[in-house]
């Protein structure tokens, strides 16, 4: 297990994921700030204005790479976490491709991401994307159909109660997020260079042995 985990500080300490990790939610303290979104003026968590610009600036070196065809990057790793004595403790773990589902074209979620506040590098505020769902279950006034058993446990684990009015955080939960290049040297550094789709899984899997009560991942963990 000390193996385990020097691999894993190791990582986060190469990728500086503690010291560049900035606050998720916009908000003082532990309370998070809530606004009214689309159509139907629901209410949701707002994401931090440092978050957006963190998640922009990475996303765009994705988008001149596949603008110019240089084929540097294969995407994005993102991670939720929260500090705790200068660690790094993940909370979730996950990645936005470059490419679409039907290949070649570029993935939705990271398209015009400076105006796609909806699906934004899987962090948008529409419903089916981690803000929207979890504003879902923690704020007041959404359909019982939208609130999904996968964010209930992410609520549950991130803030005191809910649904409410004034959601407040357990403590404070960060964010980090890189470009992905291909040549980027993973978990297990005698593998060299490794794909976003074999880090995503190896982070997810190291972190789910070392943090088995806090990581929210569902896919690529031990059943419980």
């Known amino acids: 297990m000390n193996n385990k985990i020097r691999i894993w ?33 629901r209410i949701m968590l707002k994401r931090s204005s440092s978050m957006e610009s963190f998640l922009i600036n990475e996303v765009e070196k994705v988008l001149t790479d596949y603008i110019e065809q240089t084929e540097k990057y294969d995407g994005l790793i993102y991670m939720m976490f929260w500090k705790k004595d200068n660690k790094v403790i993940p909370l979730y773990i996950g990645k936005s491709e470059k490419y679409g589902k039907s290949g070649g074209n570029l993935s939705i979620n990271i398209k015009n991401i400076r105006q796609n506040k909806a699906n934004f590098c899987r962090w948008g505020y529409n419903y089916a994307y981690h803000i929207g769902d979890l504003s879902a279950v923690v704020c007041l006034g959404h359909p019982e159909v939208k609130k999904l058993n996968k964010y209930s446990k992410w609520a549950a684990l991130l ?11 357990k403590a404070p939960v960060y964010f980090w997020i890189k470009a992905w290049s291909k040549k980027d040297i993973g978990v297990w550094k005698e593998f060299g260079e490794t794909s976003l789709t074999f880090l995503e899984y190896l982070l997810i899997g190291l972190a789910s042995e070392l943090f088995p009560g806090t990581l929210l991942n569902q896919e690529g963990v031990n059943r419980k």
Do not use: A, R, W
């Open 159 to 169: 803030f005191e109660k809910y649904p409410v009015e004034d959601p407040i955080l």
């Open 9 to 41: 500080e190791d990582f986060c300490s190469h990728y500086q994921v503690f010291e560049k990790g900035v606050p998720l939610f916009q908000g003082s303290e532990n309370n998070v700030e809530t606004f009214p979104y689309g159509t139907n003026n």
